[in-house]
């Protein structure tokens, strides 16, 4: 079992960026995939970007995923925020094997932090 802790969120203008930290209580890097997913309220959890256990991480659009397997922690950065990009945002881990694909379902995810708010305004 692990515990997930977000931080990193806040409030930023349209235009800027924040970089998300999903913090493990033990090893993430190598052991799950790891997801990053955005919920706004009364709809249901959208995926935004995943990394697979033992794959380097990778950049999908706005989002690119980066970790610190020291710290095990894993990132992801959004760029060009946008005012619907306020939501609050959770990452998940996964229990697979190595070098599969990393779920898109939130289905698919053993476990969640309590998630971190970001909003985008002016």
């Known amino acids: 079992q692990v515990q997930l802790v977000e931080s990193g969120g806040g409030t930023v203008h349209p235009g800027g960026s924040l970089r998300l930290a999903c913090v493990g209580s033990?090893?993430?890097?190598?052991?799950?995939?790891i997801g990053w997913f955005r919920q706004v309220p009364g709809k249901e959890r959208e995926g935004i970007h995943c990394?697979?256990?033992g794959i380097s991480p990778t950049v999908k659009g706005r989002f690119s995923i980066s970790r610190d397997m020291t710290k095990n922690t894993l990132f992801v950065e959004i760029n060009a925020l946008k005012p619907e990009d306020t939501t609050r945002y959770y990452c998940?881990?996964?229990?697979?094997?190595?070098?599969?694909?990393?779920?898109?379902?939130?289905?698919?995810?053993?476990?969640w932090g309590q998630g971190t708010q970001v909003t985008v305004s002016s």
């Open positions: 033990t090893d993430i890097s190598d052991t799950y995939h």
């Open positions: 998940g881990a996964a229990r697979a094997p190595p070098v599969t694909a990393c779920p898109t379902k939130d289905s698919d995810y053993d476990y």
């Open positions: 990394i697979s256990r």
